[in-house]
């Protein structure tokens, strides 16, 4: 199953839980956690995993460490502060809100890390209803870790964002074998919709009307467009990871659609672009 609606994955603490083993792959991972008065503790076991306020702020704990991440009102609020924790580390989340933990298996063990929301690269793409934000947080350029990869994209209402229709599942020059989440938030409990397609790799057919709290899964296959209900804003959160050496978000476009790319030569970029803070 690709789509899982918000309840599907839920298990105590968690209202989110996608692992490689209930997702039938091999390395990429979310939780998502709602913090109030009762502290939420775990192990990160074989994972790497980030911390990232949604809503609210959080205190992340583990041997030795602490840290205080300020997070933001809403993921519509500009980037948040993160953390990061290591394989084989005890994790203890106090705070309230709701805290997303995006993971990935790893074998190397990089020291934990707090990055202020200030040092967040965030990019402007597209133009035109193409026109969307990504908070490139753990992007392979923009932070070390082994396995990990992850970005918010943030799509004004009535746009279309993961667009012209890509794939991540063939090792081929320029193109990275990935296994994707998108975890989606809706502004005004609004709705939003997720395309993903078959490619040479295999066959999928998933045409998903998104609410806060679901998910899509992309073992394979092109995906995209994401597509925001005019009138509602939408963001999600991509967690990847793959098996190569060298962390990358390399893809190939869907032949039919790439032309797409050199239409926003001549359009402007969406003037409610950027969310929240940028600095």
């Known amino acids: ?19 490689p083993s209930s997702a039938g792959w091999t390395y990429s991972g979310l ?9 939420v503790t775990f192990e990160t076991g074989d994972e790497e995993l980030l911390v ?3 809503a609210g702020s959080c205190t992340v704990t583990i041997p030795g460490q602490r840290f205080e991440l300020a997070g933001r009102a809403s993921v519509f609020d500009g980037p948040s502060d993160f953390a990061y924790v290591p394989i084989g580390t005890e994790v ?10 995006p993971s990935a298996r790893a074998t190397r063990r990089f ?6 929301a200030s040092e967040v690269p965030v990019e402007i793409r597209g133009a035109g209803q193409a026109s969307r934000q990504v908070n490139n947080f753990c992007a392979p350029d923009a932070f070390e870790c082994d396995k990990l990869m992850a970005v918010e994209v943030l799509t004004p209402g009535g746009n279309w964002s993961s667009y012209p229709p890509h794939k991540h599942d063939t090792p081929n020059p320029g193109e990275a074998v990935l296994e994707e989440i998108y975890y989606f938030e809706v502004a005004g409990d609004g709705l939003g919709y997720q395309r993903v397609y078959s490619s040479e790799r295999g066959h999928i057919d998933t045409l998903a009307e998104v609410a806060s709290g679901d998910v899509v899964l992309i073992p394979y296959g092109y995906h995209g467009p ?4 005019p009138g509602y804003d939408l963001y999600y959160l991509n967690v990847l990871a793959g098996p190569m050496e060298q962390r990358s978000m390399a893809f190939c476009d869907d032949p039919r659609h790439a032309w797409i790319r050199s239409s926003w030569a001549g359009q402007d970029i969406d ?7 940028t600095s």
Do not use: C, I, N, Q
Not at 31 to 39: F, H, I
């Open 1 to 19: 199953m690709t789509y899982l609606p918000h309840g599907k994955a839920a298990r105590d603490p968690w209202t989110v839980e996608v692992t």
């Open 31 to 39: 939780r998502v956690t709602d913090l109030g008065e009762s502290p």
């Open 52 to 54: 990232l306020p949604l």
């Open 92 to 101: 203890t989340l106090t705070g309230s809100g709701r805290v997303a933990l």
């Open 111 to 116: 020291d934990p890390r707090y990055v202020p």
């Open 226 to 229: 994401s597509m925001a209900a």
């Open 271 to 277: 003037p409610r672009l950027p969310f929240g803070r």
